[in-house]
């Protein structure tokens, strides 16, 4: 299986040719805002964006067919990928201790006032580019927001995030806000067909479904047995609203057999996915999956934060993984 590089490395943008478009002319025009948030699901493409509008602006904004494109020979683009660039700094979620989540730490963020305010190195621009801003805590998005308040000249912040909701208010409203959508299925088509020529189609069929059109998720969920992951998640939702307790168990055992937690955080996104499907559709109308009867759908909305909050406290707290299980799916099941 051949993936893509990472984002800062990645030359190819597929989807968003209009976000891409309306940065390029923002830019184009003398009208660029000193700050923007690219919003929208995990692995749609934000942190891509992100990147290909930095090196373009660090490249020099050469003109071209394809928005935003620098060519990968291009040294602006060598220095990107390689995180050497003197002009762009990055500010990307560490976990640090073991144990500890994913987080944007504020000693990180008060080194952004003094980058932004030296001299570009090449004459041009100098970026800030924040993946996953929703990783900092209050104390760091605030000591964020004195730079977005007041920013030095020729400075740009490039922030990307899947919950907007949970920053700021201040930190929201100081920013020229792009939403990326799921790509549509000829698109993903296009993406996987690309990345994972390999695979059989109806595979790439099953990922396309499972990651919601959003690329960068469905060619992780394809290195991380993302489809085996859903069928253990569809074979547990058969057996709603009362699960055989040996197959529970045994179901637990499979999830906490990686020491990394790698399956059972998997099996838990699917598990929530599948949750949301099936009530979006049931609000609105549509089919009703048999398990749903079993309680009024307020409560299956209730149970699915809940079972957010597990997954968050046992990778947190690095709780055991099978009693994580066992705790969470019962829960699930009629009372």
Not at 46 to 67: D, Q, V
Not at 108 to 135: D, N, Y
Not at 206 to 212: C, F, P, T
Request: aromatic content about 4%; some cysteine; charged content about 25%.
């Amino acid at each position: 299986m051949s993936l893509p590089p990472e984002p800062r490395a990645n030359p190819d943008l597929f989807g968003h040719q209009d976000a891409a478009r309306m940065l390029a002319e923002a830019a184009g025009a003398g009208r660029l805002h000193h700050a923007w948030l690219l919003t929208g699901p995990r692995g749609v493409g934000k942190a891509t964006l992100a990147y290909r509008f930095a090196r373009w602006l660090l490249a020099g904004s050469p003109p071209g067919e394809e928005p935003l494109f620098v060519p990968p020979g291009d040294p602006a683009f060598r220095r990107v990928a390689a995180g050497a660039h003197a002009d762009l700094r990055a500010l990307v979620p560490n976990a640090g201790d073991k144990g500890v989540k994913m987080m944007i730490r504020v000693d990180e963020v008060r080194t952004v006032p003094r980058f932004l305010s030296l001299t570009a190195a090449e004459g041009g621009w100098r970026i800030i580019l924040v993946e996953q801003v929703e990783a900092m805590n209050p104390e760091a998005q605030n000591a964020l927001l004195k730079t977005l308040e007041e920013p030095p000249p020729r400075a740009l912040l490039l922030l990307t995030t899947s919950a907007p909701d949970r920053l700021l208010p201040t930190i929201r409203s100081r920013c020229r806000r792009i939403d990326l959508f799921p790509l549509s299925d000829a698109a993903m088509t296009g993406v996987l067909g690309h990345w994972l020529p390999d695979m059989a189609e109806a595979d790439r069929q099953g990922l396309a479904r499972i990651a919601g059109g959003a690329p960068g998720r469905a060619l992780e969920l394809a290195e991380g047995e993302g489809l085996a992951m859903q069928a253990e998640v569809d074979g547990f939702l058969r057996t709603l609203p009362r699960p055989d307790p040996r197959g529970l168990h045994q179901l637990a055992d499979r999830l906490a057999g990686k020491r990394d937690g790698s399956a059972l955080i998997t099996f838990i996104e699917l598990l929530r996915a599948s949750l949301a499907l099936a009530v979006r559709e049931a609000a609105r109308g549509g089919a009703v999956a048999p398990y749903l009867a079993a309680r009024p759908l307020a409560e299956w909305a209730s149970l699915w934060d809940t079972l957010g909050r597990l997954a968050d406290e046992t990778e947190t707290l690095n709780l055991d993984r099978k009693q994580a299980v066992l705790s969470g799916l019962s829960r699930l099941a009629s009372r």
